[in-house]
């Protein structure tokens, strides 16, 4: 939405800093999408996408980028840009369901956004079918607002779609693993910061857990190939000691990482220098 208002507001209050929030790179999500689907058209909308952007940065003070990988992104595309990490920020809400009273898998997405769309199809139809060689009598459970329909044919006695659900704190605290197997996408990935600020174990891939800082097999379990995702899927659900070792690290990167201090913080030293510096008066 700032490429509709950026030149207005530069016009019209010239000595008005101006911060351009990414949330994450389109170009960069656009452009992994476009090669996922081999698809010629989505080259043509992440090269619109970079223009875009590029353009918002270099005529912004500040550019906010949610992961050092992004700011590294961004400057190797225009090393005059002032980029600056603000990431997602999320509470800690400490489990009170022990291991062994969890059952069931779970993944939170909204539907509006491809890569959901993408990652549940590819769960459902290439890794499930391996974990449930080895897990019988589990769910999964998918929720997130406005399904497409290839997601609501998915439905059925051990697959439930539930649409848009309010408060899903309550599967935080009833199912044993959250997975994202996500194939593109950018930025860093708030549904697996989620989970892990409710100490529920995540199993991801390699896109899923960029800009996280997750290790793997210390914040989480991280896999690209299908069998190798099941395989993981399948050894923390059954393996409590694993189980509790993610819980307790994943709620500790949470408060490294992307508590509400660290973004007070890091906005409150922007501010500051923003509030202090008239450089930008010339622009």
């Excluded at 952007?53 to 225009?78: C, G, M, P, Q, R």
Aim: charged share 25%.
């Amino acid at each position: 939405i700032a490429i509709k208002y950026i030149n207005f507001i530069k016009r019209q209050c010239p000595r008005t800093a101006i911060i351009y929030d990414t949330v994450d790179l389109s170009f960069v999500r656009e452009m992994r999408r476009a090669y996922i689907q081999k698809n010629k058209d989505i080259f043509l909308v992440a090269e619109n996408c970079r223009r875009t952007e590029l353009y918002l940065a270099k005529n912004s003070d500040v550019t906010f980028v949610v992961s050092s990988e992004e700011k590294k992104i961004l400057l190797e595309e225009d090393s005059s840009l002032r980029v600056e990490v603000v990431s997602n920020v999320h509470n800690i809400t400490m489990p009170e369901t022990p291991f062994s009273k969890r059952k069931d898998i779970l993944f939170v997405g909204g539907f509006e956004h491809p890569p959901n769309t993408d990652a549940v199809l590819f769960l459902v139809n290439e890794i499930m079918p391996l974990v449930k060689r080895r897990l019988f009598g589990i769910c999964l459970y998918i929720i997130g607002h406005n399904p497409p329909e290839d997601v609501v044919r998915l439905n059925s006695k051990d697959v439930i779609v539930t649409g848009y659900i309010q408060d899903i704190t309550p599967y935080f605290e009833r199912c044993r693993v959250f997975v994202a197997p996500l194939r593109f996408g950018a930025g860093v990935k708030g549904k697996i910061n989620q989970s892990m600020s409710h100490g529920l174990p995540v199993v991801t891939t390699s896109i899923g857990a960029e800009g996280i800082g997750l290790i793997n097999n210390l914040d989480a379990l991280i896999a690209d190939e299908p069998t190798d995702f099941a395989e993981k899927v399948v050894s923390v659900y059954l393996d409590e000691d694993l189980w509790n070792k993610l819980s307790i690290n994943s709620i500790e990167n949470v408060r490294r990482h992307f508590s509400p201090d660290v973004a007070r913080q890091k906005i409150k030293s922007v501010m500051d220098e923003l509030t202090f510096n008239d450089s930008h008066v010339e622009k």
